[in-house]
Every structure is written in C-alpha cells, then in structure tokens.
C-alpha cells in the first residue's frame, strides 16, 4: 500500500472539501464566539472586541460558581450511576451468545433512533404526578395495602403521588437515560478484547467472582472506563435540554445559564466565555484520557 506522503496532490485533493467545511462551518466560527469573550456590549446588537478579561472574571462571582459546581456534581453522579449501572450490561453483552450479542447491541443504541426532544417529552409522561410511574406505585401500594391486615398489620392510607419531576431527581434521572449508551459502549469495546482465559484462570485459583472482577477486568478495561468517564461527563456537564425540561428553578445547570446570556440576558460576551470554560474543562479531560493512555502503552 501506497503511503500517503507519496501521493500528496490526491490526499490534497480529497481533504480540500473536509477541511473546507471544518473551517468554515465550526473553527472560523468558534474563533469568532472566542473573540466574543473577550468583548463589551456596546449596544444592543454590536460588541466591541477590547481584550478584556472582565467576562472571565465575572465567571468566577459566586452565584456562577456555584452553578458550575453544581453541574459538575450532577454530571459526576450521572456518571457514577452509567458506570455502576453500565459495566455490568456491558459485561452480559461480551459473555452473551454470538446469536444475542448483536440483538443486544441494538437495543444499546436504540435510543439514539428516536430524537432526544422525543424522549424527554416521554419521560415527562412517565415522572409526572399522574404519571406512568407514580400509577404504577399507587397500584403496588393498593395491593400491597390490601395484603397488610390479612398479615396483621395496619393498612397504609391512601397513597400520595410523588413528586419525581422538576427537580434534582429528574435531571439526573434524564441524564442517566440519556448518556447510557455513551457509557455502554466504550466499555463493551474494551471488555470484548479481554483474553477470557484470564477470568478462568482467577477463578480456578480460588479468587471469587468478586475478585476477579475488582482485580483482573476491571484493570484491563481501565482505557475503556475511563473513555466511558469522559464520553459521559463531558456531554453532561454540557447538558441543556434536559435540565431545561425536567428541572425546576433549582434545578439548572451552567448550559441553561449560558443559554439565557445568549437571548434573554443579550449580554453575549459573558455567555461566550462562559461556553469556553466548558470547552477548556473539555480539552483537559481529553488532555488526561491521551496522557494514561500513552502511560497505558507504555506500560506494554
């Protein structure tokens, strides 16, 4: 095969549109909401590009702060609840059958058919106080209610619907369900290469299951967690559409704030250096992901 050095006009001449598109259509443009965070509104439609740091600044009032703070530990703990909940999905997945695998694989990424506006209107159906969910455990409660003095036991009143939407709940429930995927499928790509051989050997040298998964898989899927981590956390911390709709008051993140700098507030500066210091945070965790994975292969 050919190396590319040797044919540079054709390489040339193929990358001429994708870089074209790269170019115009999200560096050029990105370089401008750049230039943004260093500007002042000087009126309501022109912004004059001062150099000034005062956006960056102004970031760092508490009352911002303590939004930012508050959407790291709501995607961290979204991505906490995919890790815990996503390994072992992946992990049925690498041991099912060749006949299975790909039935499951599907119904991986079959959320990402059905548009992401769709679904949260559906979980709505499902969290809201008359809802699918809070129907459900007020059937379980009658039952259950039912059952109790044939037990001897007092019956329970009459059940209260729950509040399980427009708060913290919800959006982390939401986010869950919707960065899933993202968790699952790193993983199955990481676990699928493991040499089997390795689990049978822990086990038949007395190492119980727990063991083995704590000291053998989980190590050797160590590139897979942790590109699962950062697919996950980054979309989250990002997130806007779902806190948005399934939130209340206090339940808003930093991309709903930036949102509201860019058409409520029309204070445009101010949301574009808040949007880079989401974009910043994401080049030091990608930073990161590069820095154990060159330790990773060296390591080899």
Same mark, same amino acid.
């Given at each position: 095969?050919e190396h590319?050095?040797d044919?540079? !006009? ?10 074209a598109w790269? *170019?115009f259509?999200?560096i050029? @443009? ?5 230039l943004?965070?260093? =500007?002042?509104?000087? $009126?309501l439609t022109?912004?004059?590009i $001062?150099?000034?740091?005062a956006? &960056?600044?102004r ?7 303590g %939004? ?7 995607a /961290?703990a ?8 996503g #390994?072992?999905?992946?992990?049925? %997945? ?8 790909p039935w499951?694989?599907? !119904? %991986?990424?079959? @959320?990402?058919w059905t548009n ?5 209107y559906?979980?709505?159906a499902?969290?809201?106080r008359? /809802? ?9 409660h ?5 059952i109790?003095?044939?037990?001897g036991l007092?019956?329970?009143g009459?059940?209260?619907p729950?509040e399980l939407?427009?708060n ?15 968790m699952v499928?790193?993983? &199955?790509a990481?676990?699928d ?8 050997a822990?086990l038949?040298? !007395? *190492? =119980?299951?727990v ?9 050797l899927a160590? @590139?897979g967690? %942790? $590109? !699962?981590i950062?697919?996950?956390?980054? @979309?989250?911390? =990002? ?7 399934l939130? =209340?008051?206090?339940s808003?993140?930093i ?11 029309n204070?445009?500066? #101010? ?8 974009? &910043?945070a ?5 930073a990161f ?11 080899q």
């Amino acid at each position: 095969m050919e190396h590319w050095k040797d044919t540079k !006009g054709l390489f040339a001449t193929v990358a001429v549109a994708p870089v074209a598109w790269l *170019a115009f259509f999200f560096i050029i @443009p990105l370089g401008i909401v750049w230039l943004y965070s260093f =500007g002042t509104n000087t $009126s309501l439609t022109e912004i004059e590009i $001062s150099g000034t740091f005062a956006n &960056y600044a102004r970031a760092l009032d508490p009352l911002y702060l303590g %939004i930012l703070w508050k959407s790291v530990l709501v995607a /961290g703990a979204t991505t906490v609840i995919c890790l815990v909940v996503g #390994f072992p999905v992946a992990l049925a %997945i690498v041991f099912a059958s060749d006949k299975w695998k790909p039935w499951l694989l599907v !119904g %991986i990424m079959l @959320p990402f058919w059905t548009n992401l506006l769709i679904r949260t209107y559906a979980l709505i159906a499902v969290l809201r106080r008359e /809802g699918y969910a809070n129907q459900s455990i007020g059937w379980m409660h009658d039952q259950f209610g039912a059952i109790m003095p044939l037990l001897g036991l007092p019956q329970p009143g009459a059940y209260e619907p729950m509040e399980l939407l427009y708060n913290n709940f919800a959006v982390i429930f939401g986010l869950v369900y919707v960065h899933l995927p993202f968790m699952v499928l790193p993983l &199955y790509a990481a676990l699928d290469k493991l040499d089997k051989s390795l689990i049978e050997a822990s086990l038949d040298l !007395g *190492a =119980g299951h727990v063991r083995t998964l704590l000291s053998i898989v989980a190590p050797l899927a160590a @590139p897979g967690i %942790i $590109s !699962g981590i950062i697919i996950t956390f980054v @979309p989250a911390l =990002g997130a806007y559409l779902t806190p948005d709709l399934l939130g =209340g008051p206090d339940s808003q993140m930093i991309a709903n704030v930036i949102e509201r700098q860019f058409k409520r507030a029309n204070d445009w500066p #101010f949301g574009a250096a808040l949007s880079f210091i989401l974009m &910043y945070a994401t080049f030091i965790a990608i930073a990161f992901q590069a820095m154990k994975s060159k330790k990773a292969e060296a390591r080899q």
